[in-house]
């Protein structure tokens, strides 16, 4: 689509759904954006379109980002990480793709990541994943030694939420307390059941095992727990990376009955 089609496809309406929680809305006289959710992840301007995820790296913003961004460009992913191809799929057709990037209505990108930059991304990438494996198995080790329930000397920022389910970390777009919590080694019992939950298990003592003198570990399902908490540390620390914000907050009672 372009910035013409999109004015005719809008006019004479200021919005229009063009798709399931998806809507055509005019922002300015030279702007119209493509909104999913609360995320304009396609903006139209006479000149170009400019793409954005709002760190929502999922299969449902890359469809509605290809549904409109301007051919023959298209955002795949590989390994993970997200890319613009223009003119054939070969890894020489392809851009990094980053919030804000810009596409012609030729599809050409108008402001490409340097290589340099790239290169420097991916190394600081690289070196963080080691980071988080890291911590990942120490989460795990000392879940299998035994460790407290969330309670109130956890990390705040991990253990509260909004009355929307979001934890306050992810609430004011926080990342700093995680990269605390690797650096000081500091196992966190509401980041264990974050994870879980967002893994898509409403009941997180279940898995993390709650133990009649009240601490958490020798669940049936342990040994997923590295991989949990490293997938939720990786979609929050780790720029465009497949992945998805949290769907789920667990509740007071998911601990009742499982000791």
């Keep these: 689509m372009t910035f013409e089609e999109a004015t005719a496809k809008l006019s004479p309406r200021e919005s229009r759904k063009v798709g399931n929680n998806t ?3 005019r922002r300015s006289e030279n702007s119209i954006a493509v909104m999913l959710h609360a995320t304009d992840v396609v903006t139209f301007t006479p000149e170009y379109a400019e793409l954005n995820t709002g760190g929502w790296y999922t299969v449902t913003t890359k469809d509605r980002i290809n549904g409109y961004i301007p051919s023959p460009a298209r955002v ?11 003119g054939g799929w070969g890894k020489e057709n392809r851009q990094p793709f980053f919030d804000g990037i810009r596409i012609s209505y ?10 340099a930059e790239d290169d420097a991304a991916a190394k600081e990438a690289a070196k963080l994943k080691r980071k988080i494996s890291k911590y990942a198995k120490l989460c795990n080790d ?10 109130s000397g956890d990390c ?4 509260m939420r909004t009355e929307e389910g979001a934890t306050l970390g992810d609430a004011h777009e926080d990342t700093g307390h995680l990269l605390s919590h690797m650096e000081e080694g500091y196992v966190v019992p509401s980041l264990l059941a974050n994870a879980i939950v967002e893994r898509g298990y409403g009941y997180p003592g279940v898995i993390l ?9 020798g669940g049936r399902w342990n040994h997923d727990i590295r991989r949990d ?6 979609r929050r620390l780790l720029p465009n990376e497949t992945g998805a914000k949290p769907t789920g907050t667990p ?6 009955g499982t000791r």
């Design 156 to 159: 705040w920022y991990c253990l």
């Design 106 to 115: 030729d599809g050409r990108v108008l402001n490409p990541m340097a290589t």
């Design 76 to 86: 795949s992913s590989d390994r993970g990480r997200w890319y613009v191809y223009v």
């Design 209 to 217: 095992g709650v133990n009649d003198d009240g601490t958490m570990g």
């Design 23 to 25: 809507y055509l809305k």
């Design 229 to 234: 908490v490293s997938n939720y540390l990786k």
């Design 142 to 151: 000392t879940l299998a030694a035994g460790m407290p329930q969330p309670g």
């Design 251 to 256: 509740r007071a009672e998911h601990w009742a």
